[in-house]
Each structure stands twice: as C-alpha cells, then as structure tokens.
C-alpha cells in the first residue's frame, strides 16, 4: 500500500479502525536511572514558576504489534504538582485496561514502586474518565509510568470463529493524534507510529486491505502538524514516523485566542484517497457539489411550496426572505429544549443529509438539512443559489492543506443576487436574514460552482453596526451616596443570537437568571436589583432588551462632595487585554462589534456637577475607536462612552499595538466625575 506524509499548518482530524483486542507480546523495556541534578531539582530555569515539568515523555503506535503506549518522567516541583500522580488512561468499550507500570522516585533516591494490578489501579471517575495513581507522591518526586494497551475493540466481520484471532491480529490498527504540546513544560519528547499491520507487510498471508474514505478508496496516509520551529516529523525506509522535540513550553490558552487546534502543536495522521490539495479539492470538490444537488433535488412538491410562498414578491430578495422565514419557521432538532447547540455534535453533516423533500415533508431537520431545504426552494422559485460548506470557528479554521471535508461542518447558502452575493444561514435557528452566525463568518470551504466547487472564497465578516450592545442606567443620587434607578441592556446581532438560541435550549426562567447575573455583574459590586422585562427573546429581529431596576451605594460622600465612577458599567476586558505581561497567539475576536455605555446621574437637590470626564476620542485606525462624551446640565451629568472594534483576527505581531490602545482605554475607563453640594466648588 503506497503510503506518503505531508505536513501543513494546522490540526486534522483522524480515522480509527477499530478491531479486536489481542494479547500484546512487548520487548522488555526498562525504566531510567534518574541522573543527581534531576534528583536535587528544586526548580526549572526552564519554567520559572512550574508546579511540575516532564523530563521525558513519549508516545508509540505501534501497529505491526498491535499496541499503543505512553511513558513518562514527571519531576514534582510544588505542591500544586502533585496532582500529577493521577495519570489518565484510556480504556476501551469492552471494559479492557492497559498493562500499567508506575513508581515514584523521591529525591534521596528511594523509590516506591505501584504494586497492585492494572484491573486494581484502574479507577473511573463520575464522568467516565479513568485513572491510576502513583503511590507516595511528595514535592521532589519523580513520577515515572508506562501504560500500554493492544489495539482495536471489536471482532472483524464475515469469517469464521477459527479464522477470527488470525484476523484479530493482522488487521487491528489504529491511527495516532501526537499530544506534541502539553500543559507542563517538556523537556524531550518521542514519537512514533507504524502504520503498517503484519498484514501490510505482508509478513503472514497475503489480505488485500481496503481503506475508505468520504466513499473512496484511501491509498495514502497524510500527517497535519503544527510544530515548534525546526521539529520535522522524519519518514523512513520502512514507511514509519518518529518526531523527536525538544524544549516544548507549556500550553496556555489565552483570552481571545484562535481555536485550540489551530494553535497547539500537535499531528494527527489520516487516510485519504489524494496526496495533493489540488486534486483532493478538485475532485471532492465535484463530489461534494453532486451530493448537495442531489439533496436539494427540486420536487414538483417543492416546486409548489416555493411559488405559493413567493406569490406577489416584488423582487428577488422579496423572494428570498419568505422563503427564509418559511424555513426558519420549521422545526430545528438542534434547538430543541435541552440541547446545547455548541457542545451537540453537528447533525445532518455531509453523508447523513434527507433529502430536501422529505425534511420539508416532515417539517423538522438538522442545521444542515434545513440549508438543504432552502436550497431547494430557492431554486424551486428560480432563484440562483450556491451550496457552502464551510468550518466553525469555535472549533478550528479552515486549512485548505488539510485533505478532509471533515473540517467543513456547517453547510450554508449563496444567493448570487443582481445587487451582489448574499450568504444565508438557514440552520441557524432565529438567524436573521442575511446574518451569519459568529462562528460562520471569516470562514472558508467548499463554494459550488458550474463545474463542482472551488475553495477560494470566504464567508463575509458581521456587519460592525448590526452588532451593537447597549447599556443604558437612569439614576438617581442621594447626599449620602446612595442610588436607585433602571438599567436597560439592548443587544443586537451576534449578542442577541445567542441569547435567543439559548432559550429556546434552556427556557426563559433559566436565561433570565444568567442574564440577571452577567446584568449585576457589570455594575459596582454595592449595586443589587432585578430584572423587570425581557422584550424580544422569541424573535430574530431587533433588539434584546433586558429592564432591570437597581438600587446601592455608587458614591464616596464627605457631606459636601459626592464622587463616582464616570462609567458605571465595567469594561473588564480593556484591563485583562491592557494587562497582558506575554502574548504567545494571535488575538481572536468572536466577531466585530460596538459597546454603548450611557449613564444619566440625577443630582441630589442643591448638588451642582464639580468636574466631569475628559471628553476624547481615541482612534486605532483600522482597528478599534474609543469615544467619551461627558454633558453637564441642572442637576445632570450624562457620561457616554462608545467603544468599537472593527477587526476579528490580528496578528501576533500587532499585539503590542493593541496592548497600547487597551492601556489608553484603560486610563480613560478610571475617570471619575464629582458632585459639589451649594458653595463647596470643586474637588
């Protein structure tokens, strides 16, 4: 079997052939002499500050024996490392446990080895995860371990129960996802992965082993990896991978961060039945786009459906919008009570489609088939419109070097309109027409073409004013420092996407009580309250609007003065961005958007405004805007604020420039106003 590696820039997804447990035969393998200085280690210049680093780990898929393995030394260092001495493993849908061997090495030397057996030391946790632990952990300690457990999980199909241990054995293999980037600092790492069974080699019989892949035989086996600088995973004559690292840094996942899979290192290898991205698209790509035309088949059912709904539209996007609000009004399984939109595996993804007439027919589908079902009635009403699958952002970017529809998720809808191209979002419950869901824009896959589908084409970022939150407080002070008032959160686009969706999957008593959170949490810590109203919550279009009347101490009050926050609402991720000592990632926004922040302070009676915020505009040109307008009237001091960022992705390298606009922000955000009683003047 031809077999090829190639790397690329980001994380895929694998294939597991699962196959019947066997018992594994291993060479002996011992365990490693700790050397003094590793001993006496107090501390790594390497990871100031680490509760705990690997000296050593490594990986093995080793499918020609039939076994995969992990091995590892871990030096304690703190006490908040000696959680590591629960180890994870993984167990299997039979119940089987890999053969486990485990010590702790303290630091005078003596060791204490794990005696009971693998059944004995495995435990399992509430939710399925197990373990073992490594006995008589202290600070100073290294944790030494090896688990190793036979490949493969169930019996192979059409033979006879004499010819099944043979077959167990030849054909059971697995396909390894290498953990390149820990969240402990590494100091040297090994992998590697035989792909080829006994079989394959051709070392007993002579099977002939047929992979498939999205319905085509897979001769190759690919790697996508993202790797430190200078790793390479090496290739050698007998067509296995090894990768050796060293130095590996801890992960840390940052505040607003690209998806981890596109920013951890790691290698994942997978079959597939091309070796280049041009001719793995080009011919998916076709694949791909007869599968959707064969879904989104016009029926005179559909037909019908389409022109009484579009009956005396006055144009083509009149035609659109009702036959939007005629697929958004079925049923989306996806949004149905109890389920969580965002943890919920995908359903209706590309293989598992109905076709559009029976979804229609059944009024209620999956995302996907319900894009399927307004493909069809848009080119039922003679419109012009385009299958698109693309990736989600929550989960990863879209890499087209990685050879795998797998990463195209989310199926969305081109309408090519005489006033340009509309991207439709149809499986997104309470969508609005021609928004996209956050997690769909800046997104790239598979567009249809007349001649199949190309890759070069993104989905559009969000309107920047369609994104709008709102917080809006009417108070009233008394001398003391007191308050009583109304606050109103308005929320439009990606905000009230959210919110609406997760209603429908939650219940409206459970998301007035985590709006009333995230509402108070906004506010200072002295302010209590409740919500009054909700408004909109059960349609797609205008605002959210949350009504909250609030009461508490705002002001520090002398008897003369009165001093407050110029801003009420707090601004939480200027100061965490403005902050940041280190920056690894690039910074990832959810989506562009814009805060207005506009508090009204009634004055005591006889109170006059002293001093009020510094009005300014702080322009990150391209980037982000700041806007403060503070007016003064009798008895009143309304303090605006207007913040703006206009991008989604930013390179690593603009980092300090953000960091710098966030400081700014900062320093404005801290702006007081104060209130004089009679003659006092001001502050």
Avoid at 36 to 52: I, Q, R, V
Avoid at 363 to 384: D, H, I, M, Q
Avoid at 503 to 519: D, V
């Amino acid at each position: 079997m031809p077999i090829q590696g190639a790397s690329c820039h980001h994380r895929a997804l694998g294939l597991l052939l699962a196959l019947a447990i066997v018992p594994v035969a291993l060479k002996a393998q011992k365990f490693k002499d700790p050397t003094p200085d590793e001993l006496s280690m107090t501390s790594d210049p390497k990871a100031p500050g680490a509760a705990a680093v690997y000296l050593y780990r490594e990986e093995v898929t080793d499918n020609f024996n039939h076994y995969f393995s992990e091995y590892a030394r871990i030096k304690i260092l703190t006490a908040d490392g000696l959680g590591r001495a629960d180890v994870p493993v993984p167990g299997t849908a039979n119940g089987h446990r890999p053969t486990i061997e485990a010590r702790a090495i303290h630091p005078d030397g003596k060791i204490t080895p794990l005696n009971a057996s693998s059944n004995d030391a495995v435990q399992t946790r509430s939710d399925g995860t197990q373990y073992f632990t490594i006995p008589s952990a202290t600070v100073g300690s290294i944790l030494e371990y090896r688990w190793t457990l036979a490949v493969g999980d169930s019996a192979v199909s059409g033979v006879t129960p004499g010819q099944q241990e043979f077959q167990n054995s030849a054909l059971a293999s697995e396909i390894p996802f290498w953990n390149v980037q820990e969240d402990l600092f590494v100091h040297k790492e090994h992998f590697y992965y035989n792909p080829l069974t006994d079989e394959e080699r051709n070392v007993i019989g002579n099977l002939s082993i047929t992979r498939i892949v999205d319905g085509e035989i897979a001769h190759y086996i690919l790697f996508s990896g993202h790797l430190p600088p200078g790793a390479q995973v090496q290739v050698s004559p007998k067509q296995d991978y090894t990768l050796d690292v060293m130095n590996v840094p801890a992960f840390v996942e940052e505040q607003h961060a690209p998806p981890i899979a596109n920013v951890r290192y790691s290698v994942r290898f997978y079959f597939t039945p091309y070796v280049t991205p041009d001719s793995y698209w080009t011919a998916e790509g076709k694949r791909w786009s007869q599968a959707m035309d064969q879904a989104a088949s016009v029926t005179q059912d559909l037909k019908a459906a389409a022109a009484q709904l579009t009956a005396g539209a006055a144009n083509e996007d009149a035609k659109a919008r009702r036959l939007y609000d005629a697929v958004q009004g079925l049923a989306n399984t996806a949004f149905s009570t109890g389920r969580d939109p965002e943890d919920i595996e995908q359903l209706g993804e590309r293989g598992h489609l109905r076709s559009a007439q029976a979804v229609w027919a059944a009024k209620s589908g999956a995302p996907n088939e319900l894009a399927t079902v307004y493909l069809a009635l848009a080119r039922a009403a003679g419109l012009n419109a385009s299958a698109m699958s693309v990736n989600d952002r929550r989960w990863r970017l879209f890499d087209p070097g990685f050879l795998s529809l797998q990463q195209l998720p989310v199926l969305l809808v081109v309408l090519h309109l005489g006033t340009g191209d509309l991207f439709l979002d149809p499986g997104q419950k309470m969508a609005p027409y021609g928004e996209l869901h956050w997690a769909h824009t800046l997104c790239g896959g598979l567009l249809q073409t007349s001649s199949g589908a190309v890759t070069s084409v993104t989905t559009p970022p969000n309107n920047i004013k369609e994104a709008v939150t709102a917080r809006l407080a009417d108070i009233s002070l008394d001398a003391t420092g007191g308050m009583t008032g109304t606050v109103k959160f308005l929320m439009s686009g990606p905000s009230a996407l959210s919110w609406r969706q997760r209603n429908l999957t939650q219940g409206t008593q459970a998301i007035q009580t985590e709006l009333e959170r995230q509402l108070f949490s906004s506010m200072p810590p002295s302010v209590s309250g409740s919500i009054r109203q909700i408004h909109g919550l059960d349609t797609p279009n205008g605002y959210l609007e949350v009504v909250a009347q609030v009461s508490g101490k705002v002001a520090k009050a002398d008897g003369k003065h009165l001093e407050v926050p110029a801003f009420f609402f707090t601004h939480d991720e200027s100061v965490a961005l403005a902050t940041t000592k280190e920056r690894t990632q690039p910074v990832s926004m959810q989506f562009a958007g814009q805060q207005v922040d506009d508090a009204v302070f009634h004055l005591p009676a006889g109170f006059t405004v002293a001093s009020a915020p510094q009005n300014l505009q702080l322009p990150w040109p391209g980037r982000g805007a700041l806007m403060v307008k503070a007016q003064a009237g009798a008895g009143v001091l309304d303090d605006k604020r207007i913040f703006a960022v206009s991008f989604v992705l930013l390179p690593l390298q603009e980092f300090p420039a953000l960091q710098s606009f966030y400081q700014k922000v900062k320093e404005a955000d801290q702006q007081t106003a104060v209130f004089a009683a009679g003659n006092a003047g001001g502050n």
